[in-house]
């Protein structure tokens, strides 16, 4: 997945979860859309190099939108919505092994549930449907993706849905998604959200798919390189 055109800057603050002040080359700074819902942990770095994309659209409100800002271990894509298009590609290239048959569709955006939810993405098969759900990593600590960064009784639900989905008599998958290129592995957060570790041990035991696609960030974009490992637990990660 290719970015926009983007423009450096300098993350001074982010701010009431959707704002955030970007100072660039030149000194002038600019508030812009932080298309982020959660607490951003470890990317979320005063002065630290970052990348914004113009809109070129004057009448919207923030013109500009937060996309990657630099961490420790290199630049973090902090934009929620292109997950699903790269976990899109990564299907297109085979690289997600989704149980069922050849792929023969793929929408979007789908609405389902019992919660009245909407799937990430339909994946039609020669064989039936897999309804897969993307969940974007932001944040890692010594090597671990982990999610999520922020209690999410949303991520709880999704999890809820996809359970149904499988007792249903249809196929479920979720993907973690990351969104940096220096995790080895992936777990979730249960230091941050217990409740959805254990929603997410309960959805795997019922039957849904879970994967973690590894990603390689550069100005470019965000080119999906291949599975890395889902833990149970994150103790069970020993970085090597």
């Known amino acids: 997945m290719k970015f926009p055109p983007l423009i450096e800057g300098t993350l001074l603050r982010r701010y009431k979860r959707f704002l ?33 994309s113009d809109s070129n659209n004057p ?17 973090i894509c902090v934009h929620t919505g292109r997950p699903n298009g790269v976990v899109k590609e990564a299907l297109d290239a085979g690289l997600i092994p989704l149980e069922g048959g050849a792929i023969t569709g793929i929408r979007s955006e789908v609405r389902y549930g019992r919660e009245n939810s909407r799937i990430d993405l339909l994946v039609e098969q020669s064989d039936g449907r897999t309804f897969l759900e993307v969940k974007g990593v932001s944040l890692a600590e010594g090597g671990l993706g982990l999610f999520p960064d922020a209690r999410t009784t949303r991520g709880e639900k999704h999890l809820r849905e996809l359970q149904s989905v499988v007792a249903d008599g249809d196929r479920a998958a979720l993907v973690f998604c990351l969104q940096r290129s220096d995790a080895q592995a992936v777990a979730a957060e249960d230091q941050i959200d217990p409740s959805y570790a254990a929603a997410l041990t309960e959805a795997r035991a019922a039957g849904v798919q879970v994967f ?29």
Not at 22 to 49: W, Y
Not at 222 to 238: A, C, E, K, M, N
């Open 20 to 52: 955030a002040d970007v100072r660039l080359e030149h000194g002038e700074v600019l508030t812009v859309h932080c298309p982020n819902s959660g607490s951003m942990k470890g990317c979320n770095r005063p002065n630290a190099p970052c990348w914004i």
């Open 59 to 75: 009448k919207r409100k923030l013109r500009y939108t937060l996309e990657a800002v630099e961490g420790s271990e290199g630049w």
């Open 212 to 240: 973690a696609l590894h990603n390689q960030i550069d100005r470019q974009g965000i080119s999906p390189t291949g599975l890395i490992p889902v833990l149970q637990h994150r103790q069970d990660f020993s970085r090597s």
